[in-house]
Antibody, heavy 121, light 106 residues
Framework: QVQLQESGPGLVKPSETLSLTCIVS????????WSWVRQPAGKELEWLGR???????NYNPSLESRVSLSLDTSRNQFSLKVMSVTAADTAIYYC???????????????WGQGTLVTVSS | DIQMTQSPSSLSASVGDRVTITCRAS??????LNWYQHKPGKGPKFLIY???NLQTGVPSRFSGSGSGTEFALTITDLQPEDFATYYC????????FGGGTKVEIK
């Protein structure tokens, strides 16, 4: 049973870079897409981007200029960076695995429990 | 982006009730509609993909339906563990989620 666990600072200062890592346990990071999703308090879930073990990435156009994903197959983990953060980036951040059950539709089939990141001075 | 609109935003129900949550997409999404259950302090749990296909292990009291831009999640015989927030999500384009429906105990 694959499990995901987010880690990183819970407090980031405005204008700095938010950095989080997701550790994948119980399975290989290979052969799947890996995503980050966030949810500000009282707001909708927002997909930030995905990365494949080859290094191929897709980003949400609304955040593309500030978001960067990376992946380390040797450590079975992947990471998120959000640059130049503001209070609007305060949210619970989730990492998630994407799969295609039935071979066609993409779903987020496994999620971490989430980590709250607050942007404040 | 494809906008996903869920209704209602919350509902109150009793154990044993049947509840239906609706989700509307701003354009056709070719059946790429998924449903998740979310409880506080946990990551969302994947329930249904492709409108109506249950994930392995999801109880049969959950069902999905719809086509085009209108979709629904129905829970029959509501159980205590079903009180949670439910989200629809489209995977046709850039992934987007509905605003959520909180199912509360009456």
């Amino acid at each position: 049973q694959v499990q995901l666990q987010e880690s990183g600072p819970g407090l980031v200062k405005p204008s700095e870079t938010l950095s989080l890592t997701c550790i994948v346990s119980g399975g290989s990071i290979n052969n799947y897409y890996w995503s980050w999703v966030r949810q500000p308090a009282g707001k909708e879930l927002e997909w930030l981007g995905r990365i494949y073990p080859t290094g191929s990435t897709n980003y949400n156009p609304s955040l593309e200029s500030r978001v960067s994903l990376s992946l380390d197959t040797s450590r079975n983990q992947f990471s998120l960076k959000v640059m130049s953060v503001t209070a609007a980036d305060t949210a619970i951040y989730y990492c998630a695995r994407e799969s295609r059950p039935g071979g066609y539709y993409r779903v987020f089939d496994t999620w971490g429990q989430g980590t709250l990141v607050t942007v404040s001075s | 982006d494809i906008q996903m609109t869920q209704s209602p935003s919350s509902l109150s129900a009793s154990v044993g009730d049947r509840v239906t949550i609706t989700c509307r997409a701003s354009q056709s999404i070719s059946g790429s509609l998924n449903w998740y259950q979310h409880k506080p302090g946990k990551g969302p749990k994947f329930l249904i993909y492709g409108i109506s296909n249950l994930q392995t292990g999801v109880p049969s009291r959950f069902s999905g339906s719809g086509s085009g831009t209108e979709f629904a999640l129905t829970i029959t015989d509501l159980q205590p563990e079903d009180f949670a927030t439910y989200y629809c999500q489209q995977s046709y384009g850039i992934p987007t989620f509905g605003g959520g429906t909180k199912v509360e105990i009456k």
